[in-house]
């Protein structure tokens, strides 16, 4: 089974609007992280914002926030105020505390519209 | 400024050669990882290191291989071996290998294209 699922490959959204980006998981670890990158066209993964299983409140960085609901096991990825720079792809991942690798999903390309 | 640093940016392949991509860390992390990712794909963990001296395969090891003589350098070699080398390859490097909370961070990248 997979363990980290993005079922969006492209969204599109107005400039300053806000845009959720899904992402589901599957572990039976009670200890992981939540992560997501954002992908530019130059390549670069670049860290936005993590999420702990324990955690009790949604992490938010910037115009970053995490939607995490564990009992449907999804950590949906919210930008507010979206901008044109915020065009990329962007891949949610996950780390289990027994384990050693980062699982990634396939990613979700965002488009902003000017 | 600390960080993770790959080079070259671009690196061509001729046939039956083998090619290394470097890898510098000044973060002082422990574990040290090696992607790969193909066009419109997600990534690919080809080897990974806890400490000098040891790393373990990833999921698609065949065709690479790997060295980590000094904590801040994990070169990658991809050998003639490897049929299709064809992608974009990340290095990433984390505190520990341990532990969920652990984040990873990543260079820019590595080009790789065959002739």
Known sequence: ???????????????????????????????????????????????????????????????????????????????????????????????????????????????VIP | DGGITQSPKYLFRKEGQNVTLSCEQNLNHDAMYWYRQDPGQGLRLIYYSQIVNDFQKGDIAEGYSVSREKKESFPLTVTSAQKNPTAFYLCASSISLAGAQETQYFGPGTRLLVL
Request: charge should be negative; include cysteine; charged fraction near 15%.
């Open chain 1, 1 to 111: 089974a997979q363990k980290i699922t993005q079922t969006q490959p492209g969204m599109f959204v107005q400039e300053k609007e806000a845009v959720t980006l899904d992402c589901t998981y599957d572990t039976s670890d009670p200890s992981y992280g939540l992560f997501w990158y954002k992908q530019p066209s130059s390549g670069e993964m670049i860290f936005l914002i993590y999420q702990g299983s324990y955690d009790q409140q949604n992490a938010t960085e910037g115009r970053y926030s995490l939607n995490f609901q564990k009992a449907r096991k999804s950590a949906n990825l919210v930008i507010s105020a979206s901008q044109l720079g915020d065009s990329a792809m962007y891949f949610c991942a996950m780390r289990e505390n027994t384990g050693n690798q980062f699982y990634f999903g396939t990613g979700t390309s965002l488009t």
